[in-house]
Each structure stands twice: as structure tokens, then as C-alpha cells.
């Protein structure tokens, strides 16, 4: 492939990018120069669901400014351990819906995979804070069993890279299983849902391009960027090597109060992304996680924003707004009414 000699060394940079991620609340305080009052509480949240951030995502944040809306994202805070009554472990019952480890199967026609259990960041609000990974790590045979799963399901035509962040695999492991799927007749499609590029661009490797795109398969990839500020020069450029791939670009976003729950931030992420060729896809409404409740934005404010939106930009730069339901068999649009 073109990219061969370059993908070991690029790839080792990511994998060190991952390796050195701050997880120790103290380095996130002091790195950024915040109250060192904040310190017991995020302590004490990160106990129940670690702090985790990437070096390339730190240094888009702001030194001193606890407002910061990727800090927020990624901040523990004394809020999450407060009564939430709603808020469940589980908000989606995908334990119910984990066909065998390493299938998530709720969906008709596509199915996802739980490609890897890690995550280059752990996001505050992620409806799978509480999943348990630790059943989903599949040895070799499990991993035959599942592309078994997919073999036998004649109806499946699409297969969804999911995780923690499928990206946080490997190469190697990412390219054979590409391959197995692409030689399984009835799939037509793949799709990537991944927040890696977005955190650490660096691991937009040739060997990487060259791991997703060496098949028959039209390859979707839907980033995770929530907010403007995410997007540098280092994730522009990262974003133009898997548009040269070839690849679709689409992006969802959550709505999260004081993240992007504001029409300027939401209008400046859309063309943010449609600057660099992505199509905002999804604006998901919180799901209700044991934890996250301080992100929550009413419904009612959510279809006025996406209203305004549709008053503001063009029809292909507005995501859907959208809620999933545990036991629905897909998304579910909320309604919006354009708002001059
Ligand atoms: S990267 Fe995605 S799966 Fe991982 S913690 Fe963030 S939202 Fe959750």
C-alpha cells in the first residue's frame, strides 16, 4: 500500500498520544491552572467513572476558564454523584439487546460491533459510562462466532464499528476484521462511529486509511464533535485525508447544557463542519445516564434551537434532531418548526 512505510511511525505517535492521556484529576487542575477547590469533588466522580483526556483535546481548551465547554465535557464534578431520579445505568437497555459478546443487535438491517472496549476519552455524559466492556472483549473465537452472527443473519446489510471507540484498536485487528466482513456477501456497508479523530487526529494514519478502505465496502465514518472549538488545523487535516480516502464524512453531536446549548454555538459547529466537508447528521437529546443530569437541555428549548437553525443555514448543514428509546427499533426525530 502507499501509506506502508509511514503507518508504524504515525501510528506509534497516536498510541503514545493514548498512553500519556491525563487521568489523574490533580494534572487536569493544575495543567490548566483552575481552583484547586475543585479537586475533592472531581475526586470523588472520577471513582465512579475515570477522567480521561487526551493531550491533542487539552490543548484546545482554555488555561483558567472552568467554563470551558470541552473542559465541561470531560470535567468530573460533584453533580454527577447527586440523586437523579430518571437517570438509569443502563438508559438505552442495550444489555438487553448484546446479543453475544460483541453485538449489539437492535436495529433491523445493521447491527453494531464492539470493536474495542477503550475509549481515548471519557466524556461525562456518555450513555455508556456504565457499560460492562469487560464482557465484550472478545477472544479469537468469539470473534468467529460474531462474523458467524453476521454469516447467518441474512437480513443485516450494514455493520457499524462501535465501541468505547472502535479506532482505539489496532490496524491490524481493524483490517482483518474489515476484510472477513467484506467477504460476507449480503453486507453492503460500513460504518464507523468513532470519536478518536476528533480527540487525538494523529491517529488518521495511512495504515489506518489503508485498514477501512482496502475493500468492497463503502465506508461511512460518523464523527463526534460537539462543539466548535474542537475543530483545529490538526483535525481539518485529518478530516481531508479520509475525505481523499474517500470515505462519506457525517457528524453527531449531543446537545448538552453549557456545552452547545446555545444557537451561536450550534450554528458556528454546522458551518465549522460544513467548512471542512462534513454533514452535521445527528443533534441527540440526552439520554438519561445515572450521572449526566447537569447536561440535560428540555425538549422544549432543543426544537426551538434546531427551529432557529433551520432559519439560519441551509437545509444540509441542520443535524436531525433526535431521540433514542430503549426497546425502539431506531432513532426517533422530534419535531421542529422553522422559527424566523
Ligand atoms: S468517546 Fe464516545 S463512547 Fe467513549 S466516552 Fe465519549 S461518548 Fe462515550
Known amino acids: 500500500m502507499i501509506h506502508g512505510s509511514l503507518a508504524s511511525v504515525e501510528s506509534d505517535s497516536w498510541q503514545s498520544l493514548l498512553a500519556s492521556s491525563i487521568t489523574d484529576p490533580r494534572t487536569l487542575l493544575e495543567r490548566l491552572n483552575l481552583d484547586p477547590a475543585l479537586l475533592g469533588p472531581a475526586m470523588l466522580a472520577s471513582a465512579d467513572f475515570a477522567l480521561r483526556v487526551p493531550e491533542p483535546y487539552l490543548a484546545r481548551m482554555q488555561p483558567g476558564d472552568v467554563h470551558d465547554p470541552l473542559l465541561r465535557q470531560v470535567l468530573p464534578v460533584g453533580e454527577e454523584l447527586l440523586a437523579q431520579p430518571g437517570y438509569q445505568l443502563d438508559p438505552l437497555g442495550e444489555q438487553q439487546t448484546n446479543a453475544r459478546p460483541g453485538i449489539i443487535h437492535k436495529y433491523h438491517g445493521r447491527l453494531l460491533l464492539i470493536v474495542s472496549g477503550g475509549c481515548a476519552i471519557n466524556c461525562r455524559y456518555c450513555f ?60 453492503r456497508r460500513l460504518r464507523i462511529h468513532t470519536r478518536l479523530p476528533v480527540v487525538i487526529p494523529q491517529r488518521v494514519t495511512g495504515g489506518l486509511i489503508d485498514a477501512l478502505c482496502a475493500t468492497r465496502l463503502p465506508v461511512t465514518m460518523v464523527l463526534h464533535c460537539n462543539h466548535a472549538n474542537e475543530i483545529d488545523q490538526h483535525l481539518g487535516a485529518a478530516i481531508q485525508r479520509l475525505r481523499a480516502a474517500g470515505m462519506t464524512l457525517l457528524n453527531q453531536s449531543v446537545l448538552l447544557k453549557g456545552v452547545n446549548d446555545q444557537l451561536q454555538q450550534q450554528l458556528e459547529l454546522s458551518e465549522k463542519l460544513g467548512d471542512h466537508g462534513v454533514l452535521p447528521y445527528y443533534l441527540h437529546v440526552l439520554d438519561h445516564v445515572k450521572g449526566a443530569q447537569h447536561f440535560h437541555v428540555d425538549d422544549q428549548q432543543a426544537q426551538r434551537l434546531v427551529g432557529q437553525m433551520l432559519s439560519k443555514l441551509p437545509g444540509f448543514l441542520v443535524p436531525r434532531l433526535v431521540r433514542e428509546t430503549a426497546g425502539c427499533a431506531g432513532k426517533s426525530p422530534l419535531p421542529v418548526e422553522l422559527i424566523e
Open 128 to 187: 455508556r459510562r456504565h457499560f460492562p466492556y469487560e464482557d465484550n472483549n472478545l477472544s479469537t473465537a468469539e470473534w468467529q462466532q460474531a462474523l458467524d452472527y453476521i454469516r447467518s443473519d441474512t437480513s443485516l446489510s450494514e455493520v457499524i464499528y462501535s465501541g468505547g471507540d472502535p479506532l482505539a484498536a489496532n490496524d491490524r485487528r481493524l483490517a482483518w476484521l474489515t476484510r472477513e466482513i467484506a467477504d460476507i456477501k449480503h453486507i
